[in-house]
C-alpha cells in the first residue's frame, strides 16, 4: 500500500493520448516509476488487500530471477549479472545505476528495512 499510494505512482487509464489498450494494460495499469515495467502492475481487473505478500506468476516460476529488490537496488546483485550499471537504450552509453531509478529521495523510506 505504501508503494501504491506514493505520489509519483499513477494508475493510468490510457496511453498517449488515448484509451489503454490490452497490450498496455487496461482498464488500469499502476506505473511505478522507479521500478522497471516488469515489476508493476500490468492490468488491474479487481482489488483484493491481504495481510501477507501473496506470490505472483514472476516470482513463483522464477523466485531469485525476480525478487522484490530487484532492477531497485543497484547495491543487491542479480543472481546471473550486476544491477550496478545500465545502459542507455538510445545511445549505447553505459552509466551507474540510481538508487530506486533516480528516486531515491523519495521512495527510499518504504524500503528501509530490506536495505539493512
Partial sequence: MAEASNEL???ATGIYGHEMTKQ????????VPWKYGYKSIKSIVTIEF???KPPTFWNTLQPLEYDFTSNVNPNIPHPRWSQAKETLIDTGEKRP???YNGYAAYVAHLYEKQNR
Fill in 97 to 99: 545505476t540510481l538508487m
Fill in 50 to 52: 491481504t495481510s501477507k
Fill in 9 to 11: 505512482t499513477l494508475l
Fill in 24 to 31: 498496455h494494460g487496461a482498464p488500469i495499469r499502476l506505473v
